[in-house]
């Protein structure tokens, strides 16, 4: 699994010009799921996102996760992570196919409320507009 995490002011989701989901501070995921992953690598993922450690603290340093600030999660499914980029197409054949990987997209964002946070999603294969208000800005790439 692969994860594009930005830390945010705020983010929201869009399909067909309504609002799908949306959060105030915490992190703005992209999740991309390969076709070796599996529901540990989804627990383990989380895990690394929740205890991500990138709010400041009362000195300024990034020391802060995201249950410390009281932070929220917009999940939004990204194949592209996995876009083969050897030619000037990329192909994504290295991309798990969807009876896979919307279970295990359902899987981190359930472990990420198992942990007690809000999560807030897309759709899965939607055409989906995302906006955010990037904190920092803070992006962190995180591969299990």
């Not at 915490?26 to 540990?40: H, I, M, R, S």
């Amino acid at each position: 699994m692969r994860a594009v995490v930005t830390r945010v002011k705020n983010a929201r989701v869009e399909i067909n010009h309504e609002v799908n989901g949306a959060i105030g501070q915490g992190f703005l995921v992209l999740l991309g799921v390969g076709p070796e992953d599996t529901q540990a690598t989804a627990d383990k993922l989380a895990d690394k996102v929740c205890g991500l450690r990138v709010f400041d603290d009362e000195n300024g340093k990034m020391n802060l996760n995201l249950a410390a600030v009281g932070g929220a999660l917009l999940v939004v499914s990204q194949f592209t992570l996995y876009a083969d980029t050897s030619s000037r197409r990329p192909g994504f054949s290295h991309a798990a196919k969807p009876e896979l990987a919307v279970p295990l997209y359902e899987r981190f964002m359930a472990a990420c409320r198992e942990r007690g946070f809000q999560v807030e999603h897309g759709e899965f294969a939607a055409e989906m507009q995302v906006f955010s208000q990037n904190d920092g800005p803070i992006t962190i790439l995180l591969e299990v």
